[in-house]
């Protein structure tokens, strides 16, 4: 579904294209002949002038996008950066513009792009698309048990299909919920083994998530090898 509905992006590249070449020729096409009648000369200067006002107003219409645009994307100028890095935003990102402070969640992926290499895995919390979950994952690109479930079936439907894969693909949201809720450190450790998980991420929007469960016990059996602004991380050890 989603290389169905991309490909309007090369639709429009190869149609600016052409637009450019076809343009050409249109103006071409209202160049007089050499032996022609003086009110048909002036009907055809008449029909390019209209024409080409068309064209510029179709333009300047256009024009308008990147502009108002980028002032509506950047919520008025007031919240974004002028940047090309595309952390940057979770520096200063509060709510109402984000479900909450994303600063903790800035220097922890910060740290862990500086500190893991490789591709261990890590576990966070499983929400909604379209939202802030699955965060640490997409910043970092180190793979976790489950990011977005609809973009994750998306990409996945023949797989599922196949034996008991889809049974696997339900249970992992469930299964993420037990790590992080379950009071027993034998349950959490088999089904970190059983993902083999490396790092497990507990912040802001963890805690959100589960506001019942102790998300401090985990220092009893695992190690914590990162802690600052709300955030924990903690490694698995290796046996």
Same mark, same amino acid.
């Given at each position: *579904?989603?290389?169905?509905?991309? $490909?309007? $992006? !090369? ?79 979770? !520096? ?49 690109? @180190?793979?976790?048990? *489950? ?16 034996? @008991? ?23 959490? *450790? ?5 993902? !083999? ?10 805690? *959100? ?5 102790? @998300? ?24």
């Amino acid at each position: *579904m989603n290389t169905v509905f991309k $490909f309007y $992006f !090369q639709a429009w590249a190869l149609l600016s294209i052409t637009s450019g070449a076809g343009l050409y020729f249109i103006l071409e096409s209202f160049r007089p002949q050499a032996a022609v009648a003086r009110g048909q000369l002036w009907l055809q200067r008449g029909v390019e002038g209209i024409w080409i006002a068309g064209l510029l107003l179709l333009l300047l219409a256009s024009a308008v996008y990147p502009l108002v645009g980028t002032y509506a994307r950047t919520n008025h100028y007031a919240q974004r950066t002028n940047s090309l890095d595309g952390i940057d935003y979770l !520096q200063s990102c509060k709510v109402p513009d984000c479900d909450y402070d994303t600063a903790g969640d800035y220097t922890a992926i910060r740290w862990l792009n500086s500190h893991v290499s490789g591709d261990p895995v890590i576990v966070e919390a499983v929400g909604d698309d379209y939202s802030s979950y699955a965060r640490i994952s997409a910043f970092t690109g @180190l793979p976790t048990p *489950m990011g977005w479930v609809g973009h994750e079936y998306q990409w996945r439907v023949n797989w599922l299909n196949k034996g @008991l894969n889809a049974v696997d693909f339900d249970s992992r949201k469930s299964d993420v919920d037990t790590i992080y809720t379950d009071p027993h450190s034998s349950v959490v *450790m088999n089904l970190l083994a059983r993902y !083999q998980v490396q790092y497990l991420y507990v912040g802001l929007l963890e805690q *959100m998530k589960y506001p019942k469960a102790n @998300l401090q016990r985990f220092s009893a059996f695992l190690h914590v090898v990162y802690s600052a602004h709300g955030v924990t991380i903690y490694q698995v050890p290796v046996s």
